[in-house]
């Protein structure tokens, strides 16, 4: 069983930046896919980026450029740096990790991009 727990969210103006963490622990973190989804109000979940255990990166195209996922394997970490936030950015940002053919769900920290 797979627990991932987010952290890092917040308020930022537009034009600011926020680094999200999710921490894993319960699986083998260096063989899974890993991935950034969100979710605004009244919208479906959508993927923000996902890294594999190789390292490829996969990004969605209204965060290319302004987003940055890496992955800690000695920490079973993986990170979300967002930069140039826009309003639109705004949303419950969720980690998920694809584990020895199952999917598991962070819990989901708020993102707010307002002045």
């Known amino acids: 069983q797979v627990q991932l727990v987010e952290s890092g969210g917040g308020l930022v103006q537009p034009g600011g930046s926020l680094r999200l963490s999710c921490a894993a622990s319960?699986?083998?973190?260096?063989?899974?896919?890993m991935g950034w989804y969100r979710q605004a109000p009244g919208k479906q979940r959508e993927l923000v980026a996902r890294?594999?255990?190789?390292?490829?990166?996969t990004y969605a195209d209204s965060v290319k450029g302004r987003f940055t996922i890496s992955r800690d394997n000695a920490k079973n970490t993986v990170y979300l740096q967002m930069n140039s936030l826009k309003p639109e950015d705004t949303a419950v940002y969720y980690c998920?990790?694809?584990?020895?053919?199952?999917?598991?769900w962070g819990q989901g920290t708020q993102v707010t991009v307002s002045s």
């Open positions: 998920n990790s694809i584990s020895g053919g199952y999917g598991y």
């Open positions: 319960g699986g083998i973190f260096s063989r899974d896919l």
């Open positions: 890294i594999t255990s190789g390292g490829s990166t």
